[in-house]
Each structure stands twice: as C-alpha cells, then as structure tokens.
C-alpha cells in the first residue's frame, strides 16, 4: 500500500464550486505539505504543517484552504474554484526527526480541472 | 521570483551514455540540495541529496556535484537507461523545511 494516498485522484468541477481534496499518510510523519504543479513552473508550495496545531501559508495561498485533522491527514480546500486553479496538486511528507528531514516523500497527486 | 532554476527544459540521450542534468539557485542561504524523479501519473519520488558541507554525492548510477561558489548543482546518470526516461526536479532548503524546485527537466533516454 502507498505511504501518501491522495483522493480524489482526477476531478472536474465548474467555477465557483467548493472541492476538496484530501491527503493521508501511514509514515508516521509529523510535517505535510501542499502543492500545485503547472507547466513551466515546477511545483509550487501552497500550505505545510510541520503539526496539528501549526498550519503555514505557502508562496501561493490566496485561493486555497487547508485543515490538518490528525497528524496523517491534511486536506486541501477550494472555497470557490476558479479556472485558474487547474493544475496537479501533490501532498508531501517530511519527517523533523529525521537527520535530513527536509526529504519530502510525495503522494500521486490529483488532476484538478475547473471549468 | 524562482529562486532555483533548469534551465534546459529537456535532454535527450543515448542508452548507456552519461546524462547531466544542471540546476542554477540564487539564494545563497540554501544548504540541503534534492533531486527528484517523476514518471507520468506519478507522484515526484526522492532520487539523492547534498548538504551544502558537500561538494559531492554518490548513490548507484547517480552523481549530483554541488559547485557552492558558483550557485550550481548537477546530476549525472552513468549509464543512462531506458527507465530513467522521466521528469527530473531540482530542489533546495534553507533549513526551514520548506523546498523550492526548478521547473522539471524532461530526460529521454534512447534505445
């Protein structure tokens, strides 16, 4: 089984509709993460937690929402889905006990499509 | 602004050749280096590290150099092989947990 699942996997939703996507891990890490990725652009970090009650904005947040409800799960929430907004999102994981805790270890990522 | 830069958008290769990917930074505060490996519907997965204390990293066919004066790191693959046919980022650190990645060299390898 995959340590980082991300659901839905694949999404098509109209603007002005709320999603959300949803990120859980079995690594027992304590940081997750949130990013988009778009053409030309590599991946660009949108929230992280580093733990329950330590939620962060990112480079590009406006738009976006995030809720940590346990240490394994994260989700990602659009408030009002713009076309804009279509892109893959991936979440990750890091470890803080870890000697190089910056490696981050990526889930499968979900095509958004906002029409 | 990007902060970390590929700026070789793609690479094409023979089997068993050396490829060389390169990445460009300009904040001098990174100190912990990444590379990452992306197929198709795929979630980016970690290939190899440098801390800034290095100037080189070895695991297997892959090499990643870190020129520290010159604000340039580089990944080599000796030999390339068809399976390393992918999406390669560079990433940084600043020691704050958070990674700022390059846009993606796309690497194929031919037969």
């Known amino acids: 089984d995959a340590d980082v699942t991300q659901t839905p996997r694949n999404r098509i939703t109209k603007t002005g509709k709320r999603i959300m996507l949803e990120c859980s891990q079995t690594?027992?890490?304590?940081?997750m993460y949130w990013y988009r990725q778009d053409p030309g652009l590599g991946l660009r970090l949108i929230y992280y937690?580093?733990?329950?009650?330590?939620?962060n904005k990112g480079e590009i947040s406006d738009g976006y929402s995030v809720s940590r409800q346990a240490q394994a799960k994260f989700s990602l929430s659009l408030e009002s889905a713009i076309p804009n907004q279509t892109a893959l999102y991936f979440c990750?994981?890091?470890?803080?006990?870890?000697?190089?805790?910056?490696?981050?270890?990526f889930g499968p990522g979900t095509r958004l499509t906002v029409l | 602004d990007q902060q970390v830069k590929q700026n070789s958008p793609s690479l094409s290769v023979q089997e068993g050749r050396i490829s060389i990917l390169n990445c460009d930074y300009t904040?001098?505060?990174?100190?912990?280096f990444l590379w990452y490996k992306k197929y198709p519907a795929e979630g980016p997965t970690f290939l190899i590290s440098?801390?800034?204390?290095?100037d080189k990293n070895e695991d297997g066919r892959f090499t990643v150099f870190l020129n520290k004066s010159a604000k340039h790191l580089s990944l080599h693959i000796v030999p390339s092989q068809p399976g390393d046919s992918a999406v390669y980022f560079c990433?940084?650190?600043?020691?704050?947990?958070?990674?700022?990645f390059g846009a993606g060299t796309t690497v194929t390898v031919r037969a």
């Open positions: 990750a994981t890091s470890d803080s006990t870890q000697r190089m805790g910056d490696t981050q270890y």
């Open positions: 690594k027992g890490h304590d940081r």
């Open positions: 937690s580093f733990d329950v009650k330590d939620i």
């Open positions: 904040n001098s505060m990174f100190d912990y």
């Open positions: 440098i801390s800034s204390i290095k």
């Open positions: 990433a940084a650190s600043e020691n704050d947990y958070k990674l700022s």
